[in-house]
Protein backbone atom coordinates (compact mmCIF):
# COMPACT_ATOMS: atom_id res chain seq x y z
CA UNK A 1 0.00 0.00 0.00
CA UNK A 2 1.31 3.56 -0.66
CA UNK A 3 2.39 5.76 2.20
CA UNK A 4 1.86 8.95 3.35
CA UNK A 5 2.72 11.08 -0.27
CA UNK A 6 3.74 14.99 0.50
CA UNK A 7 4.32 17.28 -2.17
CA UNK A 8 6.71 19.29 -2.64
CA UNK A 9 9.62 17.70 -1.13
CA UNK A 10 11.98 20.95 -1.70
CA UNK A 11 10.65 24.59 -1.90
CA UNK A 12 12.70 27.37 -1.77
CA UNK A 13 11.19 30.79 -1.33
CA UNK A 14 11.41 34.56 -0.69
CA UNK A 15 10.24 36.21 2.25
CA UNK A 16 6.47 37.20 1.82
CA UNK A 17 5.70 34.82 -0.98
CA UNK A 18 2.63 32.47 -0.49
CA UNK A 19 3.58 28.52 0.56
CA UNK A 20 1.37 25.48 -0.32
CA UNK A 21 2.01 22.16 1.12
CA UNK A 22 0.13 19.23 0.60
CA UNK A 23 -0.87 15.82 1.69
CA UNK A 24 -2.08 12.88 0.63
CA UNK A 25 -2.93 10.58 3.85
CA UNK A 26 -2.71 6.47 3.88
CA UNK A 27 -6.24 5.08 2.85
CA UNK A 28 -8.53 4.64 5.26
CA UNK A 29 -7.06 6.69 7.69
CA UNK A 30 -9.40 8.70 9.84
CA UNK A 31 -7.06 10.88 11.38
CA UNK A 32 -4.12 13.41 9.52
CA UNK A 33 -1.59 15.51 11.52
CA UNK A 34 0.53 18.42 10.31
CA UNK A 35 4.07 18.77 12.04
CA UNK A 36 7.13 21.16 11.81
CA UNK A 37 10.67 19.96 12.42
CA UNK A 38 13.69 22.10 13.78
CA UNK A 39 16.52 21.46 15.60
CA UNK A 40 15.77 24.21 18.21
CA UNK A 41 12.24 22.75 18.58
CA UNK A 42 12.10 19.57 17.14
CA UNK A 43 8.60 17.85 16.35
CA UNK A 44 6.05 20.31 16.77
CA UNK A 45 2.27 19.59 16.15
CA UNK A 46 0.56 22.40 14.71
CA UNK A 47 -2.63 20.84 13.74
CA UNK A 48 -4.84 17.44 13.43
CA UNK A 49 -7.98 17.01 11.62
CA UNK A 50 -10.28 13.69 12.52
CA UNK A 51 -13.01 12.53 9.55
CA UNK A 52 -11.84 15.89 7.64
CA UNK A 53 -12.82 17.99 10.87
CA UNK A 54 -10.31 20.26 12.00
CA UNK A 55 -9.86 19.49 15.85
CA UNK A 56 -7.43 21.09 17.47
CA UNK A 57 -5.61 23.92 15.76
CA UNK A 58 -3.27 25.31 19.09
CA UNK A 59 -0.21 24.27 17.59
CA UNK A 60 0.00 26.65 14.38
CA UNK A 61 1.76 29.68 15.12
CA UNK A 62 0.22 32.72 14.17
CA UNK A 63 -2.77 33.68 11.75
CA UNK A 64 -0.06 33.28 8.90
CA UNK A 65 -0.60 29.61 8.93
CA UNK A 66 -4.25 27.33 7.30
CA UNK A 67 -4.86 24.41 7.04
CA UNK A 68 -7.77 22.58 5.16
CA UNK A 69 -8.75 19.08 4.24
CA UNK A 70 -11.62 19.10 1.82
CA UNK A 71 -11.63 15.58 1.36
CA UNK A 72 -10.74 12.65 2.85
CA UNK A 73 -7.66 11.82 0.44
CA UNK A 74 -6.21 15.17 0.64
CA UNK A 75 -4.93 18.26 2.73
CA UNK A 76 -3.25 21.53 2.21
CA UNK A 77 -0.99 23.44 4.84
CA UNK A 78 -0.81 27.16 3.56
CA UNK A 79 1.62 29.93 4.94
CA UNK A 80 0.83 33.64 3.31
CA UNK A 81 2.81 35.45 3.87
CA UNK A 82 6.03 33.47 4.37
CA UNK A 83 8.54 34.35 7.21
CA UNK A 84 12.40 33.16 7.13
CA UNK A 85 11.36 31.69 10.50
CA UNK A 86 8.94 29.42 8.81
CA UNK A 87 11.67 27.16 6.89
CA UNK A 88 11.64 23.82 8.72
CA UNK A 89 10.65 20.51 7.55
CA UNK A 90 6.62 19.94 7.57
CA UNK A 91 5.87 16.29 7.79
CA UNK A 92 2.46 15.22 7.60
CA UNK A 93 0.98 12.13 9.31
CA UNK A 94 -1.96 9.72 9.19
CA UNK A 95 -3.19 6.90 11.87
CA UNK A 96 -5.84 5.09 12.17
CA UNK A 97 -7.24 4.94 15.95
CA UNK A 98 -6.60 1.38 17.16
CA UNK A 99 -6.99 0.88 20.66
CA UNK A 100 -5.61 4.01 21.33
CA UNK A 101 -1.97 3.52 20.67
CA UNK A 102 -1.72 6.69 18.42
CA UNK A 103 0.88 5.00 16.04
CA UNK A 104 1.57 8.04 13.67
CA UNK A 105 2.52 6.95 9.78
CA UNK A 106 5.00 9.76 8.52
CA UNK A 107 5.17 11.19 4.96
CA UNK A 108 8.64 12.20 3.70
CA UNK A 109 8.14 16.21 4.52
CA UNK A 110 8.34 19.12 2.88
CA UNK A 111 11.64 21.03 3.39
CA UNK A 112 11.04 24.97 3.26
CA UNK A 113 13.12 27.54 2.98
CA UNK A 114 12.31 31.03 3.59
CA UNK A 115 14.86 33.67 1.98
CA UNK B 1 0.92 17.88 27.58
CA UNK B 2 3.50 15.27 28.42
CA UNK B 3 7.21 16.90 27.75
CA UNK B 4 9.41 14.53 27.17
CA UNK B 5 13.13 15.06 28.06
CA UNK B 6 15.61 12.82 25.55
CA UNK B 7 19.24 11.90 26.56
CA UNK B 8 22.22 12.33 24.98
CA UNK B 9 21.36 14.72 22.47
CA UNK B 10 24.23 13.60 19.83
CA UNK B 11 26.05 9.88 20.26
CA UNK B 12 28.85 9.19 17.93
CA UNK B 13 30.44 5.63 18.87
CA UNK B 14 32.35 3.06 16.88
CA UNK B 15 30.73 -0.35 15.35
CA UNK B 16 30.44 -2.95 17.49
CA UNK B 17 30.33 -0.97 20.58
CA UNK B 18 26.46 -0.93 22.84
CA UNK B 19 25.16 2.15 23.95
CA UNK B 20 22.09 3.31 25.43
CA UNK B 21 19.57 6.32 25.15
CA UNK B 22 17.02 7.78 27.65
CA UNK B 23 13.47 9.27 27.44
CA UNK B 24 11.85 11.08 30.76
CA UNK B 25 8.96 12.45 32.02
CA UNK B 26 7.46 14.28 35.19
CA UNK B 27 4.36 12.34 34.04
CA UNK B 28 3.27 9.02 34.07
CA UNK B 29 2.83 8.01 30.33
CA UNK B 30 0.25 6.21 29.27
CA UNK B 31 2.21 4.30 26.70
CA UNK B 32 5.49 4.97 24.97
CA UNK B 33 6.60 5.15 21.45
CA UNK B 34 10.15 5.12 20.12
CA UNK B 35 10.58 6.02 16.55
CA UNK B 36 13.74 6.19 14.21
CA UNK B 37 14.12 8.74 11.38
CA UNK B 38 16.98 8.52 8.86
CA UNK B 39 18.14 11.96 6.59
CA UNK B 40 15.59 13.04 4.58
CA UNK B 41 12.82 10.12 5.94
CA UNK B 42 9.99 11.08 7.90
CA UNK B 43 9.82 9.01 11.49
CA UNK B 44 9.32 5.45 11.83
CA UNK B 45 7.56 3.55 14.44
CA UNK B 46 10.29 1.00 16.00
CA UNK B 47 7.95 -0.18 18.94
CA UNK B 48 5.06 0.47 21.71
CA UNK B 49 5.28 -0.30 24.88
CA UNK B 50 2.32 0.22 27.76
CA UNK B 51 3.05 -1.86 30.74
CA UNK B 52 5.42 -0.59 33.45
CA UNK B 53 8.25 -2.34 33.54
CA UNK B 54 7.49 -3.97 30.38
CA UNK B 55 10.43 -4.89 27.90
CA UNK B 56 10.45 -5.67 24.02
CA UNK B 57 13.44 -6.75 21.78
CA UNK B 58 13.43 -6.14 18.17
CA UNK B 59 16.64 -7.65 16.97
CA UNK B 60 19.72 -6.05 18.61
CA UNK B 61 17.44 -3.11 19.90
CA UNK B 62 15.94 -3.58 23.70
CA UNK B 63 13.12 -1.22 24.84
CA UNK B 64 12.45 -1.12 28.04
CA UNK B 65 9.59 0.86 30.02
CA UNK B 66 9.80 1.89 33.57
CA UNK B 67 8.09 0.44 36.84
CA UNK B 68 6.25 3.86 37.45
CA UNK B 69 5.93 4.31 33.48
CA UNK B 70 7.91 8.07 33.45
CA UNK B 71 10.62 6.49 31.61
CA UNK B 72 12.37 4.59 28.89
CA UNK B 73 15.09 3.41 27.40
CA UNK B 74 16.49 1.67 24.34
CA UNK B 75 19.35 -0.61 24.13
CA UNK B 76 21.20 -1.21 20.90
CA UNK B 77 24.07 -4.49 20.75
CA UNK B 78 26.79 -4.15 18.81
CA UNK B 79 25.54 -1.14 17.00
CA UNK B 80 25.83 -1.28 13.24
CA UNK B 81 26.16 1.89 10.73
CA UNK B 82 22.72 1.02 9.59
CA UNK B 83 21.87 1.99 13.09
CA UNK B 84 22.86 6.02 12.51
CA UNK B 85 19.82 7.72 12.66
CA UNK B 86 17.65 10.07 15.24
CA UNK B 87 15.51 8.40 17.87
CA UNK B 88 12.69 9.88 19.20
CA UNK B 89 10.36 9.11 21.89
CA UNK B 90 6.64 9.86 21.68
CA UNK B 91 3.86 9.65 23.70
CA UNK B 92 0.28 10.78 23.60
CA UNK B 93 -0.21 14.21 23.97
CA UNK B 94 -3.11 13.59 27.08
CA UNK B 95 -2.47 11.21 30.44
CA UNK B 96 -5.59 9.29 28.98
CA UNK B 97 -4.08 8.47 25.33
CA UNK B 98 -5.95 8.53 22.47
CA UNK B 99 -5.20 8.92 18.97
CA UNK B 100 -5.39 12.89 19.64
CA UNK B 101 -1.61 12.89 18.39
CA UNK B 102 1.50 12.35 19.83
CA UNK B 103 4.36 14.63 21.82
CA UNK B 104 8.07 13.99 20.97
CA UNK B 105 11.07 14.31 22.39
CA UNK B 106 13.80 16.45 20.57
CA UNK B 107 15.47 13.43 20.15
CA UNK B 108 18.88 11.30 19.81
CA UNK B 109 21.53 12.15 17.16
CA UNK B 110 22.76 8.14 16.63
CA UNK B 111 25.91 8.13 14.33
CA UNK B 112 28.29 4.93 14.03
CA UNK B 113 31.26 5.14 12.56
CA UNK B 114 32.63 2.16 10.18
Known amino acids: DAGVIQSPRHEVTEMGQEVTLRCKPI?????LFWYRQTMMRGLELLIY????????DSGMPEDRFSAKMPNASFSTLKIQPSEPRDSAVYFCASSFRTGGTGELFFGEGSRLTVL | TQLLEQSPQFLSIQEGENLTVYCNSS?????LQWYRQEPGEGPVLLVTVVTGGEVKKLKRLTFQFGDARKDSSLHITAAQPGDTGLYLC??????????????FGKGTHLIIQP
Open chain 1, 27 to 31: SGHDY
Open chain 1, 49 to 56: FNNNVPID
Open chain 2, 90 to 103: ASPRWPGGGADGLT
Open chain 2, 27 to 31: SVFSS
